[in-house]
């Protein structure tokens, strides 16, 4: 007689119990590797905070009670002095306008050059396919550096201000952005583009009217992503001499006491900024990638 159920030829039925134990069997094994996993996590962890703890200049775990004697003493003077503060946040606003403008500029020039780069290593788009290996390690290299680095290096070379600043986060953002507009060009639809060439459209025809169009809302929201974080990007390079709101912030800090007032209305003047970039840049990025509500 037939097996209908499991085929046209004769045979035995598949024992569910065999089944059974197969799938436990299984997920004995992931549980096996997963503890594992966690064993040799939390050995490299131990032994990574030993190391740190041994080569500390004090202990981290006798310092503990300490943590808060800092804060403490900023924000008492603060509070002491907080009649000072709407004056001092004021005086902030210039340093803070050149932060902005520096992480404005730098995404802009790293949204630009990212854009190019990226559809040269995406493949099935690259105007030279042969080279697209070298520009991906090239985009790796240029976000594998941090930007703290390339601003020391600029500084040498440069000097202070903001020049240096802008050109890190620049570079770093090229390479972080390649990669993003990448991903994000090889799931494009290449009908458009075909269209194109066979109506003898050049490279950068078939590029900015069949893949732009596609991969635009997606990019400006990785844009408007990265611009958020280049402004604290800014402001961290601010405490290595690249300008900004972030020297400012290092000169009061250097100064200790009786400067802590100013330290603090730096922060919150820094923390609004940051909040509204935030709410601002979400708002947009949700109106491009899922349309107007």
């Known amino acids: 007689m037939v097996d209908i159920a499991f085929g046209p030829t004769p045979g035995k039925r598949p024992d569910p119990q065999a089944a059974g134990a197969a799938y436990l069997a299984m997920t004995r094994r992931k549980r096996l590797y997963g503890g594992l996993i966690l064993i040799v996590f939390v050995a490299m962890l131990a032994?990574?905070?030993?190391?740190?703890?041994?080569?500390?200049?004090?202990?981290?775990?006798?310092?503990?009670?300490?943590?808060?004697?800092?804060p403490r003493e900023v924000l008492a003077e603060a509070w002491a002095k907080r009649a000072n503060l709407p004056a001092l946040m004021w005086a902030a606003l210039p340093s803070l306008i050149?932060?902005?403008?520096?992480?404005?500029?730098?995404?802009?020039?790293?949204?630009?050059?990212?854009?190019?780069?990226s559809l040269l290593a995406t493949r099935g788009l690259a105007l030279w396919p042969a080279l697209t290996p070298v520009v991906r390690r090239l985009l790796d290299a240029m976000r594998a550096v941090p930007e703290i680095v390339i601003a020391l290096i600029l500084i040498y070379?440069?000097?202070?201000?903001?020049?240096?600043?802008?050109?890190?986060?620049a570079i770093h953002t090229t390479g972080a952005m390649g990669k993003l507009f990448s991903e994000v060009a090889e799931n494009a639809d290449l009908k458009p583009v075909e269209g194109l060439a066979s109506v003898g459209a050049n490279w950068s025809q078939r590029m900015w009217l069949g893949i732009i169009p596609q991969v635009a809302p997606n990019w400006f929201?990785?844009?408007?992503?990265?611009?958020?974080?280049n402004v604290r990007a800014s402001a961290i390079l601010g405490f290595v001499g690249a300008g900004g709101i972030g020297y400012d912030l290092k000169i009061a800090m250097q100064w200790g006491g009786g400067r802590y007032d100013q330290v603090v209305a730096i922060f919150l003047v820094l923390f609004v900024t940051i909040v509204l970039i935030d709410q601002l840049s979400d708002r947009l990025r949700h109106r491009l990638v899922k349309g107007a509500a």
């Open 157 to 169: 070379i440069l000097g202070g201000g903001p020049i240096p600043a802008m050109v890190a986060i």
């Open 98 to 117: 050149e932060t902005v403008n520096i992480a404005a500029v730098s995404t802009l020039l790293g949204v630009l050059a990212a854009s190019v780069l």
């Open 47 to 70: 032994s990574g905070f030993h190391i740190a703890e041994t080569r500390n200049a004090g202990g981290f775990l006798s310092g503990l009670s300490q943590l808060d004697d800092f």
């Open 221 to 229: 929201s990785y844009a408007l992503l990265r611009f958020e974080i």
